[in-house]
């Protein structure tokens, strides 16, 4: 059974603390994107990797940090630098690069700090 | 620098008639553009997408899209709309690698 996978759906964490989302995928994508959602902000490019062991910073890559070391997981960590993190997260796939290819999304992962 | 508009926050419809949720990008370059629709607390599901060719691009679920590249334009349209098409839509733009969505449109149809 194909796709994305993200846990936990949902996640409570204190200020201050650093907390890592998971993104997995099967099926054989090259390119791997976090993106955030807030209401009324649609959504927002966080990182991006089109290959393995690479990936560039989106529009809001500050606060943030990610590794692509397998093709099939792409982890984002959510650091205390980051000044407003609770939203929803979700993490996508597509082949080639991303160039042409339409998006895959996971279920997404609701972060709230408190 | 890419970007992606969607003018209307919501837009509502009767059952049965047709609809139209409007996107305008700017983008240097040969756009990649993209409809995905995202119903409550999910990921988003894809619908459409043009690259190249006829303007005219059909999608699931009886959506279309038409491409204008004078008015910069990538409307979603439906002949007929169902109160399950009720959702959030999101026009993308792909450039480079890179995605850019709008801030989305919120369709309510009506029975």
């Known amino acids: 059974d194909g796709g994305i996978t993200q846990s936990p759906k949902y996640l409570f964490r204190k200020e201050g603390q650093n907390v890592t989302l998971s993104c997995e995928q099967n099926l054989n994508h090259d390119a791997m994107y976090w993106y955030r959602q807030d209401p009324g902000q649609g959504l927002r490019l966080i990182y991006y990797?089109?290959?393995?062991?690479?990936?560039q910073k989106g529009d809001i890559a500050e606060g943030y940090s990610v590794s692509r070391e397998k093709k099939e997981s792409f982890p984002l960590t959510v650091t205390s630098a980051q000044k407003n993190p609770t939203a929803f997260y979700l993490c996508?796939?597509?082949?080639?690069?991303?160039?042409?290819?339409?998006?895959?999304f996971g279920p997404g992962t609701r972060l709230t700090v408190t | 620098a890419q970007s992606v508009a969607q003018p209307e926050d919501q837009v509502n419809v009767a059952e049965g008639n047709p609809l139209t949720v409007k996107c305008t990008y700017s983008?240097?370059?040969?756009?990649?553009l993209f409809w995905y629709v995202q119903y409550p607390n999910r990921g988003l599901q894809f619908l459409l997408k043009y690259i190249t060719g006829d303007n005219l691009v059909k999608g699931s679920y009886g959506f279309e899209a038409e491409f204008n590249k004078s008015q910069t334009s990538f409307h979603l349209k439906k002949p007929s709309a169902l109160v399950s098409d009720s959702a959030l839509y999101f026009c993308?733009?792909?450039?480079?690698?890179?995605?850019?969505f709008g801030d989305g449109t919120t369709l309510t149809v009506k029975p």
């Open positions: 993308a733009l792909t450039n480079a690698g890179k995605s850019t």
């Open positions: 990797s089109q290959i393995v062991n690479d990936f």
């Open positions: 983008v240097s370059g040969n756009p990649y």
């Open positions: 996508a796939s597509s082949d080639s690069g991303g160039l042409s290819y339409e998006q895959y």
